[in-house]
Structure formats: structure tokens, C-alpha cells
Nanobody, 122 residues
Framework: QVQLVESGGGLVQPGGSLRLSCVASRRTVSPMGWFRQAPGKERIFIAAVSWSGTDTYYADSLKGRFTITRDNAKNTLYLQMNNVNPEDTAVYYC?????????????????WGQGTQVTVSS
């Protein structure tokens, strides 16, 4: 079992940047990823990174503005968000262990954090 705790959410202006963090309770020898869920909408995949941090994959619609990285020495996953817009407003979730590399469905990911709210507004 692993616990995941996200942080770094908050209010940010359109065009601004934000970095989210997710700390794992122990070393996580599996891919990790980020999802988000806007009010009234399904939880959707953003990005994932391999255990080593060398391989990544992204949702096509978000690739370019968001960057996923991890620091295994700190058991921490990051999501750098740039040039945000109001459509990025959502609860952002950290996840671990997708079962299969390349998985984007939230149903296949084993571990989840509680989420951190990101609101983009002027």
C-alpha cells in the first residue's frame, strides 16, 4: 500500500504557471501519473512518467503546456503547468501503478491521492 498526498494547488491567473507536487509514503517502483476532474465531468488523464523518470506520455490535448517529472530520492512526483487557462480549473489527482504502461483510463490505476484544487481565474 502507498499513500499519495498532493499539494501546490490554488488560485492562478490566466497565462500563469503552477507546479503541483505529490509525495508518496514510500518508494514507488511503478509509473506515476496525473489526472484531473472538472466539476460535473469525468476524471481524465494528463500525463504519466516511468519509474526511472526517463519515459513519459501525455494526453495529446495537454502536451506542450504541462510537464511531468519525478524525483525518486524524494519520493515526489511533479506537474509543471504553464500558460494556464480557465479550462484548466479542476481537482488534480496523483496516481500510481497503472498496471500497463500507456494506460490512460483512471480505472486501471491502483493508487490515488485525495486531490488538490486548481482554479484559474482573473
Amino acid at each position: 500500500q502507498v499513500q499519495l498526498v498532493e499539494s501546490g494547488g490554488g488560485l492562478v491567473q490566466p497565462g500563469g504557471s503552477l507546479r503541483l507536487s505529490c509525495v508518496a509514503s514510500r518508494r514507488t517502483v511503478s509509473p506515476m501519473g496525473w489526472f484531473r476532474q472538472a466539476p460535473g465531468k469525468e476524471r481524465i488523464f494528463i500525463a504519466a512518467v516511468s519509474w526511472s523518470g526517463t519515459d513519459t506520455y501525455y494526453a495529446d490535448s495537454l502536451k506542450g503546456r504541462f510537464t511531468i517529472t519525478r524525483d525518486n530520492a524524494k519520493n515526489t512526483l511533479y506537474l509543471q503547468m504553464n500558460n494556464v487557462n480557465p479550462e484548466d480549473t479542476a481537482v488534480y489527482y496523483c496516481a500510481a501503478d497503472p498496471g500497463t504502461w500507456g494506460a490512460m483510463s483512471p480505472n486501471t490505476w491502483r493508487y490515488w491521492g485525495q486531490g488538490t484544487q486548481v482554479t484559474v481565474s482573473s
